[in-house]
């Protein structure tokens, strides 16, 4: 069974899609979409040789190699322009690395900047919304949830036509979940205040205090206090 985050991010696939799934490790997001006839095709990506293996058993298990493609490469550099892929999604890692991912895939050409986009940062979700913002494009769905004891954020985006505006607190909360404010977004917008409280307390007490790491650090308490109080 897919777990309840995959299945979110699969929620945000349309019917029909050519995707490619990047750091796909099992395939079982492609897998579970190819299964179910909702998507025509995928590339599942991966970047390291054990998960790679994994998703070419799984994908040769549940019989799907005619609708996947397990290909070895770094982030969309498995993706060529005859493939057509129109939907990427991107779970599982850190906001960062998402974004450079992203990155470097328009710098290489591999992605035209139509494609729909559906990424699950584990962390660093403001570094995302951000790319996003920067490059045009318009988060049209966000959701959140707690798997496990860990709460994960999955973000869907869409070329903008026109230039995209985010504020500082829409990046960080997420336009849609700050709106919302759903009680899982309650619960880890009070766990960062006491992390972020406690690091401050810290970096104060050191010897050589950074003010640009202080200030950073007041002005997220101060609008996660705004935001969850
Ligand atoms: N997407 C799956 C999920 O959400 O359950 C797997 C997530 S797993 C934690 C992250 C995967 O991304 C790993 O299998 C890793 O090898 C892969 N990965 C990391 N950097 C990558 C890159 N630059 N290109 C392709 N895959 C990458």
Redo the contacts with the bound molecule.
């Keep these: 069974n897919l777990?309840k985050?995959?299945e979110q991010?699969a929620d945000y696939v349309e019917k029909g899609a050519r995707l490619a799934?990047?750091?796909?490790?099992?395939a079982?997001?492609p897998c579970y979409l190819a299964e179910k006839e909702e998507i025509e095709y995928a590339i599942a990506?991966?970047?390291?040789d054990?998960?790679f293996q994994n998703a070419v058993k799984e994908v040769k298990y549940k019989g799907l190699t005619d609708k996947i493609d397990v290909r070895l490469?770094?982030?969309l550099m498995?993706v060529n322009a005859e493939d057509q892929i129109d939907t990427i999604?991107?779970?599982?890692?850190g906001g960062a690395?998402i974004r450079?991912?992203l990155e470097k895939g328009q710098a290489e050409d591999k992605i035209t900047g139509s494609e729909m986009l559906i990424l699950?940062p584990?962390v660093f979700e403001e570094t995302v919304r951000c790319f996003l913002m920067d490059n045009q494009y318009e988060i049209t769905a966000e959701s959140i949830l707690e798997e496990n004891d860990k709460i994960y954020e999955i973000i869907k985006a869409v070329p903008a036509e026109a230039p995209v505006h985010y504020s500082k607190k829409e990046c960080l909360f997420g336009p849609f979940l700050g709106r919302e404010k759903s009680d899982v977004f309650k619960e880890k917008w009070a766990q960062q205040l006491k992390t972020d409280q406690f690091i401050l307390g810290q970096i104060e007490k050191s010897k050589d205090p950074d003010p640009k790491r202080i200030a950073d650090l007041k002005e997220e308490i101060t609008l996660i206090k705004e935001m969850i109080t």
Excluded: F, K
């Design positions: 777990s985050r995959l991010v799934d990047i750091g796909s490790d099992h079982y997001l990506g991966e970047v390291v054990g998960p490469g770094d982030g498995v999604t991107i779970a599982g890692m690395l450079s991912i699950q584990n």
